[in-house]
């Protein structure tokens, strides 16, 4: 597989350029923005959240790697766009089964070996429904799993996360529109996903963080 070979997959560009995307490329910004928000969140509490770090971490690395992929449009540049998306995802469950669901680490862990075995088999058939954003549907519906689970587990965690979850869907529409709309569009509407999918991953790691604090401070 040649790894440099050009990539045009999205509504906005129009040609091989470096800015061909710029509403594209540059609402990647969201997702630092998010990151640094959520920085500002993780030091404000009693005590360092290794987890949330990490995941922190990894929202910044989804912006910088969508930018490489908006600007140079190649296929080395898509892997640095998903790869750092994929790990998120995984992450978060991990750590979702181990303190919204209160599971041990091995039941966790097995657990989010499961759900990426399930996005793989899933992945292709749900992409002849939803073409290339079929690949996140698998965590949408995640997160309505844990957010039912939570009910019982850790019901001040169960709103907040369907509320996410609703937002995610509300994204995932938009990045699968990018192609529908274009013809009277050009733009496209990949942008907005970019924006809403940075609150998503932001609100997310929020959750991850009140899901640490004591069951008191979680209902204050």
């Known amino acids: 597989m040649d790894w440099t070979a050009a990539v045009d997959a999205y509504c906005e560009r129009i040609g091989p350029a470096f800015w061909a995307e710029p509403v594209n490329a540059l609402t990647n910004a969201a997702f630092l923005v998010a990151a640094f928000w959520a920085l500002r969140q993780w030091q404000r509490q009693p005590r360092r959240d290794g ?13 910088i790697g969508s930018f490489l992929f908006h600007t140079l449009a190649t296929r080395w540049a898509g892997l640095a ?8 995802i995984h992450l978060y469950f991990f750590f979702a089964m181990r303190r919204v669901l209160a599971l041990r680490p091995w039941p966790s862990a097995a657990l989010t070996l499961g759900f990426f075995i399930a996005g793989l088999a899933l992945g292709p ?10 690949g996140y549907a698998p965590a949408a ?9 939570a009910r019982w587990r850790a019901p001040a965690l169960a709103v907040p996360l369907a509320g996410v979850g609703v937002l995610f869907l509300i994204s995932l529409a938009f990045r699968t529109g990018d192609m529908l709309v274009c013809p009277s569009f050009p733009t496209g509407t990949h942008f907005v996903w970019h924006c809403l999918n940075a609150a998503v991953l932001y609100l997310l790691i929020r959750i991850l963080m009140r899901a640490s604090r004591p069951p008191a401070a979680m209902g204050a």
């Open 51 to 63: 987890a949330a770090l990490a995941l922190i971490l990894v929202v910044a690395l989804v912006g």
């Open 81 to 88: 766009d998903v790869v750092p998306i994929a790990v998120f």
């Open 125 to 134: 058939q749900l992409g002849r429904l939803l073409g290339s954003s079929g």
């Open 141 to 149: 519906l995640a997160i309505f799993a844990v957010a039912l689970v």
